[in-house]
């Protein structure tokens, strides 16, 4: 499973070289923004290609998240009532948040990197195209 997890991680899409330096260098700030408030970059930033390309993946993740927490939420309500086996399984998929956070702080580093890297999963569910 550990083998399968760094392949993932490893393969991930590199746009960076789409980008100028210039484009890298002013679009950091609104980057990093784009994976905690997607929608502000996305409006605000119309010429940076490198701070769109990170907000549409921000918002994509956005909608991940939302999906999630939607769905967390219904099945929370049926599991409580199961005994044991539903409030481990309310633990576990609570687990599953843990995860859409550690794709927002991947995006992060890769935008403080000048890096335009796809973020694993998401660039499978991609519901806002580039």
């Not at 980057?31 to 918002?59: C, D, T, W």
Request: charged share 20%; net charge positive; with cysteine.
């Amino acid at each position: 499973m550990a083998n399968e997890i760094e392949k993932v991680l490893k393969d991930r899409k590199d746009s960076s070289n789409n980008f100028t330096k210039k484009e890298k260098e002013d679009g950091k700030l609104m980057g990093v923004l784009s994976y905690i408030i997607p929608l502000i970059p996305y409006f605000v930033e119309k010429e940076n290609k490198f701070v769109r390309y990170h907000a549409i993946q921000g918002m994509n993740l956005l909608i991940i998240s939302i999906i999630y927490g939607v769905a967390y939420s219904i099945l929370s309500v049926f599991l409580v009532f199961i005994p044991i086996i539903g409030w481990i399984a309310i633990f576990l998929i609570g687990l599953l948040g843990f995860g859409i956070l550690a794709l927002c702080i991947m995006g992060i580093i890769d935008v403080c990197n000048g890096n335009a890297r796809e973020l694993p999963i998401v660039n499978k569910c991609q519901f806002i195209k580039k």
